[in-house]
């Protein structure tokens, strides 16, 4: 059973670009929750999404929007990128909203 | 709202050594609390979580934890520390009732010496 899977593992874009990030929840989750974690910090919630729309999210500009496919993965994408936004992007997958999640390896975007 | 206070960010223990990994929280309700650890370039595992009833909760690995109201701590414990526990832990706190979307502490690095 493959558990949360992200890709790509590694990234490094150029500020002012956009990039997407992908996820692919655990087998049987249907709610995905992604995580800002910036170097020597704890995750920070971004956004949720469950039915296939962002249900909550956290204190991030409209820059970062995502979505949810009908299969359950999701995007996370993040325009007009800063130096700042460099950091480890989590997922993590649930079933249902009020449930443990399981999180992903994460992907390590660099803005140069 | 909630937060989480990790008291050290880096923590340095002998093998075979008692292991305290300090966690204080503020929540408005009785929170949901959790332990996370995250090995180099991993994502986050799950350790330990309370929700309610007992207030020593055994997680994984040999890790306890208890939750003091009082104390508003819910600090995490190993008795003997092995090589393989060197890791990133981090404290979350959740509101009940709501989506269990948990609000992280800024974590504290495990060193184990030989």
Known sequence: DA???QSPTHLIKTRGQQ????????????????YQQALGQGPQFIFQYYEEEERQRGNFPDRFSGHQFPNYSSELNVNALLLGDS????????LGRQTE???????RLTVV | AQSVTQLGS?????????????CNYSSSVPPYLFWYVQYPNQGLQLLLKYTT??????????????????ET????????AHMSD??????????PGGSYIPTFGRGTSLIVHP
């Not at chain 1, 990039?19 to 992604?34: A, E, I, N, Q, Y």
């Not at chain 2, 060197?86 to 509101?95: G, L, R, T």
């Open chain 1, 3 to 5: 558990g949360v899977t």
């Open chain 1, 19 to 34: 990039v997407t990030l992908r996820c692919s929840p655990k087998s049987g989750h249907d709610t995905v929750s992604w």
């Open chain 1, 87 to 94: 950091a480890l992007y989590l997922c993590a997958s649930s």
């Open chain 1, 101 to 107: 999640a399981f999180f992903g390896q994460g992907t």
């Open chain 2, 10 to 22: 880096h923590v340095s223990v002998s093998e075979g050594a008692l292991v305290l990994l300090r």
């Open chain 2, 53 to 70: 009833g007992a207030t020593l909760v055994k997680g994984i690995n040999g890790f306890e934890a208890e939750f003091k109201k009082s």
């Open chain 2, 73 to 80: 701590s819910f600090h995490l414990t190993k008795p003997s």
């Open chain 2, 86 to 95: 060197a890791a990133e832990y981090f404290c979350a706190v959740s509101a």
